[in-house]
C-alpha cells in the first residue's frame, strides 16, 4: 500500500524573518507620511503654517490695544478654514479697540476690533486712560474745517497750527512796530487718545462702515466736537495758551508717519506735572520765535 509523503516542515526562523520585514515596512510608511507633513508646512491633517498675532494676555471690551498686549504664534489652516481677517504684525493692531472680551492666547481677527471708540457697545470701560507716565489728557475743541473734516480718529498722529496778528508778542513797554498775521506748527506727533460725543461715517477695523453713532448707541450727525489729546503737562499749558489767544487748526498726518510706539517713558524735558511751571506770551515767543518770523532776527 502506497504511502503519502510527510508535509515538509518550514525552515526554521523563516516565519521570523517575514514579521521584520513587516516591521520595516511600517516604519517606512510611518516616516514618509511625517516627512511629507513637514514638507507641506504643517502636520499630516494640517495645513500650511503662518505666523499671527494673538493676545499675549486678557484684552478687556473697549481696551485700546498696545504691544504688551500681543504676542505672535504659528497657525495651520485644517480644511475650508481661512487666516484672511487674521494679523500678521503686531504694529496693525496696536491702537485699536477691543470689540469683545478677548481671552489670553486667542487669535486676533479684524472682526473683534475697531478703529473708533464710537462703534463699540457699551459696557465696562477701560479703567484707565492709555497715558505714559509723566504724560496727561487734555480735551480740545474741533469741528468740520478746524479738525480735517472729522477724519481724525482715535488712535491717529495729528499735528497743530497756531495763528494769530503778531501784535499778540509786542510787549506794553515798547518794542519794534509790528504788523501781519503769523502762522506756525506749534505741536507734531500729538497722540488723539479720545473722540467728543459726535462722529460720522466710523469705520471697523475689518473695513466695513457703520452709522453715525454716539457711545450711548443712539444716532446722530455732524463730526466730532472734540479731541482728547496726550500731552506733558508742560505742552498742555502751551496748548491752552494757544487756544486761548491764537486761532488753533490741526492737521492729520500720514499713517505712515506715525511714532512706531505710543509714548511709554516720561518726556526728559518735562517729566512730571510738577514740571510746568507757566506760560505767557513771553515763553511763547521764547520757545517758538513768533516774532523772528516777521522780522528775521
Request: contains cysteine.
Amino acid at each position: 500500500m502506497a504511502v503519502a509523503p510527510a508535509a515538509a516542515r518550514p525552515r526554521p526562523g523563516g516565519g521570523r524573518l517575514f514579521i521584520i520585514v513587516g516591521l520595516l515596512l511600517a516604519v517606512l510608511a510611518f516616516g514618509s507620511v511625517f516627512l511629507l507633513g513637514n514638507i507641506g508646512g504643517g502636520g499630516a491633517l494640517g495645513g500650511p503654517t503662518t505666523s499671527v498675532v494673538i493676545a499675549k494676555q486678557s484684552i478687556p471690551l473697549r481696551h485700546q490695544i498696545t504691544l504688551a498686549d500681543l504676542e505672535v504664534a504659528k497657525a495651520s489652516v485644517n480644511g475650508n478654514g481661512s487666516l484672511a481677517n487674521v494679523y500678521t504684525n503686531p504694529s496693525d493692531v496696536v491702537n485699536k479697540i477691543a470689540e469683545i472680551n478677548i481671552t489670553k492666547g486667542a487669535l486676533i481677527s479684524s472682526d473683534m476690533l475697531a478703529i473708533d471708540l464710537n462703534v463699540v457697545p457699551t459696557g465696562a470701560s477701560p479703567a484707565y486712560l492709555p497715558l505714559a507716565s509723566g504724560y496727561v489728557a487734555i480735551t480740545v475743541p474741533t469741528g468740520e474745517q478746524q479738525g480735517v473734516a472729522g477724519h481724525i480718529s482715535l488712535g491717529d498722529y495729528m499735528t497743530v497750527i497756531a495763528s494769530s496778528a503778531i501784535q499778540i508778542f509786542v510787549t506794553a513797554g515798547g518794542g519794534p512796530t509790528l504788523s501781519g498775521t503769523v502762522s506756525k506748527t506749534v505741536f507734531t506727533n500729538v497722540r488723539v487718545i479720545g473722540l467728543g460725543p459726535a462722529s460720522t461715517g466710523v469705520t471697523s477695523a475689518s473695513g466695513t462702515g457703520s452709522a453715525a453713532t454716539t457711545q450711548n448707541g443712539a444716532a446722530t450727525t455732524g463730526v466730532t466736537s472734540s479731541l482728547t489729546l496726550e500731552l506733558t503737562q508742560c505742552n498742555a499749558e502751551y496748548m491752552t495758551w494757544f487756544l486761548n489767544n491764537m486761532t488753533v487748526r490741526y492737521t492729520l498726518e500720514s499713517y505712515k508717519d506715525y511714532l512706531a510706539t505710543p509714548p511709554s517713558q516720561p518726556d526728559s524735558s518735562c517729566p512730571t506735572v510738577l514740571s510746568a511751571g507757566g506760560v505767557s506770551g513771553k515763553q511763547v515767543d521764547a520757545r517758538y520765535h513768533f516774532t523772528t518770523l516777521v522780522t528775521g532776527k
